[in-house]
């Protein structure tokens, strides 16, 4: 066995402490002054959690963005990019859901390397056969205060929608990666139970195909298969006692842990393909697209990995069923979509999707071999 782990450049996640107490000792330990809140939109315009953070946080607080749709489009994050230059921020801070937090790590380059305009952004996309965007290193550094469990937070990666072809694309760089976390049970009772719950089931997906993945190691599978076990005891009991703060807390831990194979090179797999065209050309949202795709993905890989599927089940606490199923029942047991028809995709979608998938980087390492569009029309019907 050979691999290698590179740590990032976060420095610290905070866990447990309420976000008006844990944010401002952390901005004081970090030395800002001009902090730029980017949050959601419904979130600040329908809640008072962005005004008692500021409030918080006082006069360090320059400015305020709440207008980053789903998908964080290239338009929207040049809008933010330019309220952030205006406001002369030395700090973002992200309070939201995954859409917010990639968006703010796109402005984060935007900021370091004089993006004006949306197809300036051009500039930024990694190159093929890189590691990362040829840019210069942001200097502007981010703190996100998730409400969502997508978990992008803890990644160095922004995905971020070109509306010119409708595709996602990514942006890397080490430094965009948050440098810190607060994970804050209490800042997700405002979550829109059916946003919070699905994006439960996106980090399922990152656990599930980062252990199912032929490329897994130990350190990957550790912190995927405990992330697993948090998440699906988590995840039911949200949505049978909305207000348990134990249980979010257990599901945002869980979420965490579903980034350890990602962070450590194990890539993902055709669920997390699939889902990007699902999208980026049919506005799916992240976690409804896990929901559709991952038990149907698992069903189709089988003869490729039942190893590693079996430890799925046993994370899961069925060691005898099919993983498949058990993710299945999962996914239906908290009332989420578990058809593409659910989610407003019909079968003569499928050509397109299957042929977009093919450009997307997990496709191409799914564990079970997908050389063509053919394999993803293979998967796409059982989804129906």
């Given at each position: 066995m050979q691999g290698q782990v590179a740590f990032g450049k976060m420095e610290e996640v905070i866990f447990g402490k309420p976000v008006a107490e844990a944010a401002p000792a952390l901005i004081d330990r970090l030395g800002a002054s001009r902090v730029f809140i980017m949050c959601s939109g419904t979130l600040n315009r329908e809640t008072s959690a962005v005004s008692d953070l500021a409030s918080a946080l006082g006069d360090r607080v320059v400015g305020i963005f709440d207008d980053m749709p789903a998908h964080t489009p290239r338009e929207a994050v040049i809008a933010a990019t330019k309220s952030a230059r205006a406001a002369r921020a030395d700090l973002i801070l992200t309070f939201g859901g995954g859409s917010v937090t990639d968006g703010a790590k796109a402005v984060q380059l935007c900021l370091a390397n004089d993006i004006t305009d949306a197809a300036a952004m051009d500039a930024l996309r990694v190159p093929p056969g890189?590691?990362?965007?040829?840019?210069?290193?942001?200097?502007?550094?981010?703190?996100?205060?998730?409400?969502?469990?997508?978990?992008?937070?803890?990644?160095?990666?922004?995905?971020?929608?070109?509306?010119?072809?409708?595709?996602?694309?990514?942006?890397?760089?080490?430094?965009?990666?948050?440098?810190?976390?607060?994970?804050?049970?209490?800042?997700?009772?405002?979550t829109p139970e059916w946003l919070f719950l699905s994006t439960g089931i996106r980090a399922v997906d990152h656990c599930v195909e980062g252990v199912c993945s032929l490329e897994s190691h130990p350190y990957g599978d550790a912190?995927?298969?405990?992330?697993?076990?948090?998440?699906?005891?988590?995840?039911?009991?949200?949505?049978?006692?909305?207000?348990?703060?134990?249980?979010?807390?257990?599901?945002?831990l869980g979420a965490w842990m579903s980034m350890g194979p990602l962070a450590s090179g194990v890539p993902m797999g055709a669920s997390h393909g699939i889902g990007y065209i699902l999208g980026a050309l049919h506005g799916v949202p992240h976690g409804h697209t896990s929901c559709v795709m991952l038990p149907p993905v698992m069903r189709w890989n089988l003869q490729a990995n039942a190893d590693r599927q079996a430890l799925v089940s046993a994370a899961m606490g069925r060691p005898?069923?099919?993983?498949?199923?058990?993710?299945?029942?999962?996914i239906k047991k908290i009332g989420m979509p578990t058809t593409l028809t659910e989610v407003g995709v019909e079968p003569e979608m499928f050509q397109a999707i299957a042929e977009g998938a093919m450009k997307t980087p997990w496709v191409p390492r799914n564990p079970r071999p997908i050389s063509g569009p053919e394999a993803i029309m293979e998967i796409l019907p059982t989804a129906a």
């Open positions: 890189a590691a990362n965007s040829d840019c210069e290193p942001p200097t502007v550094r981010q703190v996100s205060i998730p409400t969502t469990l997508s978990a992008g937070e803890f990644t160095s990666l922004s995905g971020v929608t070109d509306e010119r072809t409708k595709t996602k694309e990514l942006f890397k760089h080490p430094l965009v990666i948050p440098q810190a976390v607060i994970l804050d049970p209490a800042a997700t009772i405002h912190q995927g298969l405990k992330g697993l076990a948090l998440l699906a005891d988590g995840l039911a009991a949200v949505k049978a006692d909305p207000s348990d703060l134990d249980a979010r807390l257990n599901c945002l005898n069923d099919a993983a498949a199923d058990c993710l299945h029942d999962l």
